[in-house]
């Protein structure tokens, strides 16, 4: 296949009179990782839930494997291979953690007549923890319930969930908060992984350093724009803020008046 794994073209999108994105449009290649930065409302979330379903576009085009698509839901993203870990979306407190990462996928024994019957809890325990132990993310167990979990291994298993079920690209909307030192490493691990194996990764963070190491090429948004698109190696801290704040922008157009 030639050409990008993701292509958006001049997406726009406005939440009633906000104006979230005006004419986004940036690629992602399988093997990628792209960062996807800006400021607190810049349309980072916004972007990566139109990718992934989760809200249509207004304008513009979405192209996936060189065709338009338009999601109806996440459920038609996943099918085509898209996963999204949301941002500060953790995980159902009252569900354990094999039931979380099997969520809305649940695996189910064969009931009579070859119909589903009921939830196959001791395979997506085995699955959950056998995922889990893989990505190098510690918890007791599959039936753990979620509620007891701290809050970094609730997010690091949330992350889990995410990569196990990626086949084509993912997006992870602030992925590292809540984490450690030692969960923040294992998931930019997992990241260059997932890489590795050919997926596409869209990383949304606010922390520069994160994304200059982990990242292949860097869009960075400003109030719904893309001001620059930047190859991590050529790129440093202060270039990226400096884009993020909007000061190489007013300082390019000069003073206003
Ligand atoms: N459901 C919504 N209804 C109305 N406005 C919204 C909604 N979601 C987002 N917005 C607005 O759209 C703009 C972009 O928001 P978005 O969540 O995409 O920003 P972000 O870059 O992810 O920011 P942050 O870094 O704070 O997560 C903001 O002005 C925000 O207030
Ligand atoms: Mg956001």
């Known amino acids: 296949m ?13 939440y009633g009179a906000v104006q ?16 996807l930065v800006g400021d607190n409302g810049a349309g980072k979330s916004t972007t ?33 291979g898209i996963e999204m870990l949301y941002q500060d979306m953790g995980l159902a407190p009252e569900l354990s953690v094999a039931a979380n990462m099997y ?20 395979a997506m325990a085995k699955g959950a923890e056998g995922a889990l132990r893989e990505l190098h993310v510690n ?15 609730r997010q690091a298993v949330a992350i889990g969930k995410s990569f196990m079920w990626t086949k084509r690209l993912l997006l992870l909307d602030e992925p590292t908060n809540h984490l450690g030192t030692s969960g923040t490493r294992e998931a930019l691990d997992l990241i260059r ?3 590795d194996h050919g997926a596409g990764v869209v990383f949304i963070s606010h922390t520069i350093p994160y994304v200059l190491d982990v990242c ?9 724009h893309v001001a620059a698109v930047m190859s991590s190696r050529e790129a440093t801290v202060e270039h990226v803020v400096a884009e993020i704040t909007g000061s190489r922008a007013a300082m390019h157009s000069g003073p206003r008046g």
């Open 2 to 14: 030639s050409g990008p794994l993701l292509r958006l073209v001049d997406v726009c999108k406005s």
């Open 216 to 224: 292949d090429r860097i869009v960075v948004l400003w109030q719904g």
């Open 20 to 35: 979230a994105l005006w004419n986004v449009s940036f690629d992602v290649a399988a093997g990628e990782v792209v960062g």
């Open 193 to 195: 992984r997932l890489r």
């Open 48 to 80: 990566a839930k139109i990718i992934a379903g989760a809200l249509t576009a207004d304008s513009g085009s979405v192209m996936f494997d060189g065709e338009a698509r338009r999601w109806g839901s996440p459920r038609e993203a996943h099918g085509a």
């Open 103 to 122: 969520l809305g996928r649940e695996l189910r024994l064969n009931g009579p007549l070859g119909r589903l019957g009921i939830l196959d809890r001791a």
């Open 139 to 153: 918890v007791p167990s599959g039936d753990y319930p979620a509620a007891d979990l701290s809050g970094g291994q």
